[in-house]
């Protein structure tokens, strides 16, 4: 399943995900480096060993601690709409394939990606984005399914659609 806002959709425009390819993937090795299942949360084993704070005491939290990451973007000079563009096919892409790996790491573990954008509070007109994912079991909590106008820029990918590698180019539409 892949929810798309409102918003996204103005910004990226229609079959935006079927359009990604494995070279809009960045983060390779964090990919490679799996998916460790740690008291009832999947968990990125590269962030993992990255991760320094607290073990929140709800896996969900574990999982949103732990997996959610800022888009790289230090070399993305776009701005606006086509910043978003960009940030959200890098972080959408980045996103399938780690939920790709999650079925040879922790298979029969359905996860969900939330790739957004959203304007810097202190740099209005500038854009950033984010991705991260959790247990699909807690979709419900995180109010998937539940969104409309106002939610921005904002993408759910499931591991149940990303079972096939990113082709290695757009041409391939899913």
């Known amino acids: 399943m892949v929810l798309v806002s ?6 990226l425009g ?3 995900v079927a359009k990604l390819c494995a070279s809009d993937v ?15 949360a999947a968990l990125l084993v590269a962030y993992r ?3 320094f704070g607290r073990r929140p005491a709800e896996a969900v939290d574990w999982e949103l601690a732990v997996n ?5 973007d230090g070399d993305i000079t776009a701005c606006g709409d086509e910043r978003i563009r960009l940030l959200m096919r890098r972080g959408m892409a980045f996103a399938w394939e780690a939920l790709h790996a999650l079925g040879t790491s922790a298979p029969g573990h359905p996860m ?15 854009f950033t984005g984010y991705v991260s994912f959790f247990s699909a079991e807690f979709a419900d ?3 998937v399914g539940r969104g409309g106008e106002g939610d921005g820029v904002l993408v759910y990918l499931t591991s149940e659609e990303c079972t096939q590698p990113l082709p290695e180019d757009a041409a391939r539409i899913r």
Not at 6 to 11: G, I, K, N, S
Not at 28 to 38: M, N, P, S, T
Not at 68 to 72: E, M, V
């Open 49 to 51: 060993r990255s991760y």
């Open 26 to 40: 960045y983060g390779r090795a964090v990919i490679e480096a799996g998916w460790v299942l740690d008291d009832g």
């Open 14 to 16: 229609d079959g935006a």
């Open 6 to 11: 409102p918003e996204a959709r103005r910004v």
């Open 141 to 143: 909590a995180m109010g």
């Open 112 to 126: 969900i990606a939330r790739v957004s954008a959203s304007e810097v509070l202190s740099e209005p007109g500038a």
């Open 68 to 72: 959610g990451r800022g888009i790289p």
